[in-house]
């Protein structure tokens, strides 16, 4: 159905009544009104459920409303009463499905009956569960016996640390550390910048830090649309007296004004908080040379304190006791011309010149950051920068300071804690060989950017996938989507259809599982799941909705089944007990942390939940050097475009407030002005003029590459937008198509989609 395209400017403030608005539509189009209220009412709180999106941490005590815009529609999209049954699929085709919008697949609703392929019909029909793993288990046992390392096993950011734990297990004892997840596509480039630098793979802010923080340093972070009810957080620390200072391409709203939607003066009269006292739009990929900029400008402030005789700009204490290596990192500073800084930056001298100022009588500083950062090529050299910075000025390791990743999907950072990663390193082998009676798989596995060049390589023969929607999210999606058939099995655990699916191996499942708002009924009675938010904090979460059909399995009874039929008894696992009781799970998973998971039964009831240690939050410092490493980095630009070609492009990938990761809500992306349509291309007003081009023009991309593969995608219509001069906008994941599997963040491989070297193609007239 066509949709009526409408470009408008949004005037309004992030939150208020917008964001109500919007709430109230998405639960009408669902047809929950007023059935979802009570569900909202428990969102995020301590007796309730965890909310399905994002990370962000959850206060103790809550407010009434611990829910934001996008986090109602991951509400409403879950307990939705419309159903994805095998009659849908006795009239659809995959061909046909692969034709329809994301936003239409999503839509059709909660799947309800485990699926397996015809390939003769290409239609999904149903199958029993007891089938449907036997051939699994058998398919998987074959594979393993070839090889085992020619099985992936893919997990999104939404299972519980319970499931990532048993999944984690299940690889491992299936022969291989291929477990790519979601990180690997966002915050891997954190979890290698920060061991490096301060010796924790996290952040080290806690909500409490708010409380006292003077200056934050805003990097690279959406958060009106990521990460909402963080807002709360920078209000209250604003209307305490702390400046926040942005950098980021493009003016996003969340961090220009806002308005409490719990608020009822805010919502009444005139009133709103501005978050950013400065806002400065950084060319893309130029982080780094902004930072230098700061430094060099803080160099500078040192330099005229220690001639006049007054109190350092540099923590000198902190420096001389804590870290290692500034001589090599000022040296590197103080090369820097200015011009250079300016030209790559695409911030004025003058303007660092201020930051500088604010942040050298700044008492506690918090740098925060999303994936701005890291999804460039030289992602860990400027998440490594933003360290350098903060380190410059004793700002991690005390009250009201530290770094502050922004985390995506919400458990993503927990899979990581309890094992989900393909560096043997990163888990301890030792203790699960002694724990379950198996040797684990010693040598480095797979993550996202290897599985997919391992299936387009044909090395790969079988991808198990819990959550997410993997070929959509991944780069290069149309030579994945060509190779992804040549597979032998794919099996994905889900519930709701998306594009991924569309795709199968030789041998495809497509099974329902339940969502984290359902009830979990086992043996043992109901169940709870646990996760860990982006400050490091582990939650409860219960069910509350009743499931969408008796058909739906929990991931950890899928799990289970999958383990025991493909690799049987070959470990000391009790599948079954802890399948009929989750806290069994977590008894196993304290006695393989039993420092970060003592009394882990009894600790999750907590309000508030409970911390996993950090220890760069005491200042210590698990590095190679038990110190604090200020890195240098390789360049002042960050990005695959090296800038001399001025007719190259970089090209951001964005998602809309009506969209949360791959899932598309709707297509009004309100603070943007932008209705009925994802496929623009946002441009810089001179740029248009400067290619001859006019707003409403529809034209191509083609990605400058050198592999030899063409990227092409075409259909997008120019919008005029306050971007930076040669930068562009266009939508996540519709424009992934042109990221190239080799253009990733070094050493994190990390897709570098914020700054995708493009040029224009533009539309060939229709002959007369």
């Given at each position: 159905?066509?949709?009526?395209?409408?470009?408008?400017?949004?005037?309004?403030?992030?939150?208020?009544?917008?964001?109500?608005?919007?709430?109230?539509?998405?639960?009408?189009?669902?047809?929950?009104?007023?059935?979802?209220?009570?569900?909202?009412?428990?969102?995020?709180?301590?007796?309730?459920?965890?909310?399905?999106?994002?990370?962000?941490?959850?206060?103790?005590?809550?407010?009434?409303?611990?829910?934001?815009?996008?986090?109602?529609?991951?509400?409403?999209?879950?307990?939705?009463?419309?159903?994805?049954?095998?009659?849908?699929?006795?009239?659809?085709?995959?061909?046909?499905?692969?034709?329809?919008?994301?936003?239409?697949?999503?839509?059709?609703?909660?799947?309800?009956?485990?699926?397996?392929?015809?390939?003769?019909?290409?239609?999904?029909?149903?199958?029993?569960?007891d089938e449907a793993m036997a051939e699994i288990g058998r398919e998987l046992a074959t594979i393993r016996a070839k090889d085992p390392r020619r099985a992936v096993f893919y997990m999104s950011g939404r299972a519980s640390l319970e499931t990532a734990y048993m999944y984690q297990l299940f690889a491992r004892?299936?022969?291989?550390?291929?477990?790519?997840?979601?990180?690997?596509?966002?915050?891997?480039?954190?979890?290698?910048?920060?061991?490096?630098?301060?010796?924790?793979?996290?952040?080290?802010?806690?909500?409490?830090?708010?409380?006292?923080?003077?200056?934050?340093?805003?990097?690279?972070?959406?958060?009106?649309?990521?990460?909402?009810?963080?807002?709360?957080?920078?209000?209250?620390?604003?209307?305490?007296?702390?400046?926040?200072?942005?950098?980021?391409?493009?003016?996003?709203?969340?961090?220009?004004?806002?308005?409490?939607?719990?608020?009822?003066?805010q919502m009444l009269t005139p009133d709103e908080t501005r978050i950013s006292s400065l806002y400065h739009q950084v060319r893309a990929g130029g982080d780094i040379a902004a930072i230098a900029g700061i430094c060099k400008a803080l160099f500078a402030l040192d330099d005229l304190a220690k001639s006049r005789g007054e109190a350092r700009i540099l923590d000198t204490a902190f420096i001389k006791q804590h870290t290692a290596g500034l001589d090599a990192f000022e040296t590197f500073i103080r090369r820097q011309t200015w011009v250079d800084i300016e030209r790559e930056s695409g911030i004025a001298r003058g303007h660092l010149e201020v930051v500088a100022g604010i942040y050298a009588k700044a008492e506690n500083v918090i740098g925060i950051y999303g994936m701005g950062l890291t999804q460039h090529k030289l992602g860990i050299d400027t998440v490594q920068m933003l360290v350098n910075l903060l380190l410059l000025r004793g700002n991690i390791g005390r009250a009201g300071a530290g770094i502050c990743p922004v985390r995506g999907h919400s458990n993503v950072q927990g899979q990581r804690t309890v094992g989900i990663a393909e560096k043997p390193e990163l888990v301890p082998l030792d203790r699960l060989a002694e724990q379950y009676s198996f040797e684990p798989p010693r040598e480095e596995g797979m993550h996202t950017v290897a599985a997919c060049q391992g299936i387009v390589k044909g090395e790969v023969d079988a991808f198990i996938g819990l959550g997410g929607n993997f070929l959509r999210a991944v780069p290069d999606r149309d030579v994945m989507e060509a190779h992804w058939s040549h597979m032998r099995l794919s099996v994905q655990g889900a519930t709701k259809l998306n594009r991924s699916h569309l795709f199968?191996?030789?041998?495809?499942?497509?099974?329902?599982?339940?969502?984290?708002?359902?009830?979990?009924?086992?043996?043992?009675?109901?169940?709870?799941?646990?996760?860990?938010?982006?400050?490091?904090?582990?939650?409860?979460?219960?069910?509350?909705?009743?499931?969408?059909?008796?058909?739906?399995?929990?991931?950890?009874?899928?799990?289970?089944?999958?383990?025991?039929?493909?690799?049987?008894?070959?470990?000391?696992?009790?599948?079954?007990?802890?399948?009929?009781?989750?806290?069994?799970?977590?008894?196993?998973?304290?006695?393989?942390?039993?420092?970060?998971?003592?009394?882990?039964?009894?600790?999750?009831?907590?309000?508030?939940?409970?911390?996993?240690?950090?220890?760069?939050?005491?200042?210590?410092?698990?590095?190679?050097?038990?110190?604090?490493?200020?890195?240098?980095?390789?360049?002042?630009?960050?990005?695959?475009?090296?800038?001399?070609d001025h007719n190259v492009l970089r090209l951001i990938t964005l998602r809309s407030n009506d969209q949360f990761n791959t899932t598309i809500y709707g297509y009004r992306d309100r603070f943007r002005g932008i209705e009925g349509t994802r496929m623009v291309v946002l441009m810089n007003e001179k740029d248009i003029r400067r290619f001859g081009l006019e707003e409403g023009n529809i034209v191509g991309m083609e990605t400058v590459a050198d592999d030899g593969i063409e990227r092409q995608m075409h259909g997008f219509k120019i919008v005029s937008y306050d971007v930076p001069a040669g930068c562009i906008g266009a939508y996540y994941p519709e424009a992934n198509a042109l990221i190239p599997l080799y253009q990733h963040a070094e050493r994190s491989h990390v897709p570098a989609a914020k700054s995708v070297p493009v040029r224009l193609i533009a539309p060939v007239a229709e002959p007369v």
């Open positions: 159905m066509a949709r009526k395209e409408k470009f408008k400017p949004y005037k309004g403030p992030a939150g208020g009544w917008g964001s109500i608005k919007s709430v109230t539509r998405h639960m009408a189009k669902q047809m929950l009104l007023p059935r979802a209220v009570p569900e909202l009412m428990q969102q995020n709180k301590p007796d309730g459920f965890m909310c399905v999106s994002c990370a962000w941490a959850k206060p103790e005590p809550s407010h009434t409303a611990e829910f934001c815009e996008n986090g109602a529609k991951a509400t409403f999209a879950e307990i939705t009463p419309r159903r994805t049954t095998p009659i849908f699929f006795e009239t659809h085709t995959l061909t046909e499905l692969r034709g329809w919008t994301d936003h239409d697949l999503e839509n059709q609703g909660r799947l309800t009956h485990p699926l397996r392929y015809n390939g003769e019909t290409d239609r999904y029909e149903a199958v029993g569960w004892i299936y022969g291989n550390n291929n477990l790519p997840d979601s990180s690997n596509m966002c915050h891997e480039t954190t979890s290698v910048a920060l061991p490096e630098s301060i010796g924790v793979p996290d952040g080290t802010v806690r909500l409490e830090d708010f409380e006292t923080v003077s200056t934050i340093l805003f990097f690279g972070q959406n958060v009106g649309s990521n990460s909402p009810r963080m807002l709360h957080q920078l209000k209250d620390a604003v209307e305490r007296g702390t400046t926040i200072i942005t950098f980021n391409p493009l003016r996003e709203r969340g961090l220009e004004r806002f308005v409490d939607p719990q608020n009822p003066i199968g191996g030789t041998v495809a499942y497509l099974l329902p599982c339940l969502g984290r708002i359902e009830i979990d009924r086992q043996e043992s009675g109901e169940q709870i799941v646990t996760m860990e938010d982006s400050t490091a904090v582990f939650h409860k979460s219960r069910g509350m909705q009743e499931p969408a059909g008796p058909h739906l399995r929990s991931e950890p009874w899928i799990v289970a089944q999958m383990a025991k039929a493909s690799v049987g008894g070959e470990a000391s696992v009790d599948w079954d007990g802890w399948v009929a009781d989750y806290g069994k799970v977590r008894d196993a998973m304290e006695a393989t942390w039993p420092d970060m998971f003592a009394r882990f039964n009894e600790r999750i009831h907590e309000p508030g939940g409970f911390p996993r240690p950090i220890p760069a939050r005491e200042r210590i410092w698990n590095t190679e050097n038990s110190k604090a490493n200020f890195k240098v980095p390789q360049a002042l630009h960050a990005s695959f475009d090296t800038g001399k």
